[in-house]
């Protein structure tokens, strides 16, 4: 049976809910609160090393990321830049940090428990020209033509309607702004196991969509000069996949062909 959007949103609100109250090793070392034993976490194995990037917060790093979108956005100092999905800061700290005092930065995300670790972090650091929003990424609160760069890391793929997202981010961005985002994506198709599955969902893997699709619907939105940054494969390691899936199934699944990607993708609005 389908799960309906709203109820993909609440699970997401809810996980992530849980995962905010937890420290980085904590989420690394169990699923989300505890509340399940699969080894590694579905929520941490794509994520990517922040500590040597100036403006790097500890407290705000969770390793919910998959991939350094500040690493490709071209920020300069005095930007505005928006984080999408924006969780307990990390990348809007580091993004900071590269436009300085001039510059702004606006984290978006949905869920209360992300929003107040988010604010939290950012009363210690004393900066006055970053914000945390709530707000659902397919219905922006925020005015359009506002910012020069538009970044998220691993948080599209949980969004329902993909197509909605990047409608809104390219009505947001000023003309000649662009985009950096890091998500996930496939080549070929997820067992039937992990796709009906909420907590692969609301783990990045089974919200993920092909890799060809996912670059065709950035087109259709108006965007230009799309271009795939980096591409690293993940895999997925056998004591999550056996919660899922049957040993004959496993086997499948690995001699299917099908891959899942981490990808960093910029476009010019």
Same mark, same amino acid.
């Given at each position: ?5 709203? @109820?993909?949103?609440?699970?997401? /609100? ?6 905010? #109250? ?5 989420? /690394? ?17 794509f994520s990517d090393d922040y500590t040597m990037l100036k403006g790097y917060n500890a407290d705000a790093d969770l390793g919910l990321g998959c991939g350094l979108p500040t690493e ?6 005095? $930007?505005?830049?928006? %984080? ?6 990390? $990348?809007? !700290? ?17 869920? $209360? ?18 914000? !945390?929003?709530?707000? %659902? ?9 506002? !910012? ?11 969004? *329902? @309607?993909?197509e909605k997202a990047f409608s809104g981010i390219f009505r947001v961005l000023k003309p000649g702004g662009h985009f950096c985002i890091s998500d996930v994506v496939l080549d070929g198709?997820? *067992? ?13 893997? #089974? ?6 699709? &996912? ?9 230009? %000069? ?11 390691? %056998? @004591?999550?996949? #056996?919660? &899922? ?25």
């Amino acid at each position: 049976m389908q799960v309906k959007p709203e @109820d993909l949103k609440l699970l997401v /609100q809810e996980k992530y809910g849980e995962i905010a #109250s937890q420290s980085k090793e904590v989420n /690394q070392s169990s699923c989300c609160g505890g509340t399940s034993c699969c080894g590694d976490s579905t929520y941490t194995i794509f994520s990517d090393d922040y500590t040597m990037l100036k403006g790097y917060n500890a407290d705000a790093d969770l390793g919910l990321g998959c991939g350094l979108p500040t690493e490709f956005a071209r920020i300069s100092k005095g $930007d505005h830049v928006l %984080d999408l999905g924006s969780g307990a800061g990390n $990348d809007c !700290f580091v993004a900071r940090a590269i436009t300085g005092e001039t510059g702004k930065v606006t984290g978006l995300d949905f869920t $209360d428990a992300m929003l107040e670790k988010a604010r939290k972090n950012l009363e210690k650091t004393g900066f006055t020209n970053v914000e !945390f929003v709530k707000g %659902d990424i397919e219905e922006m609160p925020l005015p359009e033509n506002t !910012f020069d760069v538009v970044i998220s890391n691993c948080v599209l793929n949980l969004v *329902p @309607d993909k197509e909605k997202a990047f409608s809104g981010i390219f009505r947001v961005l000023k003309p000649g702004g662009h985009f950096c985002i890091s998500d996930v994506v496939l080549d070929g198709v997820l *067992p039937e196991g992990l796709i009906k599955e909420a907590e692969m969902y609301a783990g990045c893997v #089974s919200g993920a969509i092909q890799r060809e699709q &996912y670059l065709s619907i950035i087109e259709e939105k108006g965007f230009s %000069d799309i271009k795939v940054e980096k591409n690293k494969a993940i895999t997925i390691p %056998d @004591d999550i996949l #056996s919660n &899922y899936l049957s040993e004959q199934e496993m086997e499948e699944y690995k001699t299917s062909g099908t891959g899942i990607f981490s990808i960093t993708v910029t476009a010019n609005k």
